[in-house]
Antibody, heavy 126, light 107 residues
Framework: EVQLVESGGGLVQPGGSLRLSCAASGFTLSTYWMHWVRQAPGKGLVWVSR????????DYADSVKGRFTISRDNAKNTLYLQMNSLRAEDTAMYFC???????????????????WGKGTTVTVSS | DIQMTQSPSSLSASVGDRVTITCRAS??????LNWYQQAPGKAPKLLIY???SLQSDVPSRFSGSGSGTDFTLTISSLQPEDFASYYC?????????FGQGTKVEIK
């Protein structure tokens, strides 16, 4: 069964750090882009970051750029999100997701997020 | 960044109703448009990718259309399990962005 399980969330003070993990099973992690998406309480989904299969390409939302770092250990089938200089507005449920792709005309690919974990909660408060 | 705007933000409907949700991008995103469903307290679920391609195991009452900047998600006959929030999302360029969501409630 294809599965993603997040861990590492918790309560942290403003300015603190936290590292989230996402354990993958049922598929070969190294062949997929992976993403982090967050959702503040009662709010909508916000894309946070992505990383390619071998970890050489990363992208971030402007709101976390310079504070968060996405990484992966394909040998351990695990995705990470290192979060530093945390702010109250980073309080959210954090989901990891698998990046899927479908071939399009002309050698291009359509990209989406086809497998999601259940999420881990991060609360930033003093 | 590309802004995605959904309408309406919420709607009330009855079982069996036809429901339409629209999504507009701030610039052309070709066909790089996906739709997700999120039940309360649950993780999002991919419904449709590339505007109109149904993800496996998604019922055929869901359909998508559009291109460029204007897109539509249609549920042809609303079922009890469809009461949830729906989000469009562009994968044309990073940073990827979601619409603000549409909550479908029971009338």
């Amino acid at each position: 069964e294809v599965q993603l399980v997040e861990s590492g969330g918790g309560l942290v003070q403003p300015g603190g750090s936290l590292r989230l993990s996402c354990a993958a099973s049922g598929f070969t992690l190294s062949t997929y882009w992976m993403h982090w998406v967050r959702q503040a309480p009662g709010k909508g989904l916000v894309w946070v970051s992505r990383i390619n299969g071998d970890g050489t390409t990363t992208d971030y939302a402007d709101s976390v750029k310079g504070r968060f770092t996405i990484s992966r250990d394909n040998a351990k089938n695990t995705l990470y999100l290192q979060m530093n200089s945390l702010r109250a507005e980073d309080t959210a449920m954090y989901f990891c997701s698998r990046g899927g792709a479908a071939a399009a005309i002309g050698g291009y690919y359509y990209y989406y997020m086809d497998v999601w974990g259940k999420g881990t909660t991060v609360t930033v408060s003093s | 960044d590309i802004q995605m705007t959904q309408s309406p933000s919420s709607l009330s409907a009855s079982v069996g109703d036809r429901v339409t949700i629209t999504c507009r991008a701030s610039q052309s995103i070709s066909s790089y448009l996906n739709w997700y469903q999120q039940a309360p307290g649950k993780a999002p679920k991919l419904l449709i990718y590339a505007v109109s391609s149904l993800q496996s195991d998604v019922p055929s009452r869901f359909s998508g259309s559009g291109s460029g900047t204007d897109f539509t998600l249609t549920i042809s006959s609303l079922q009890p399990e469809d009461f949830a929030s729906y989000y469009c999302q562009q994968s044309y360029s990073a940073p990827w962005t979601f619409g603000q969501g549409t909550k479908v409630e029971i009338k």
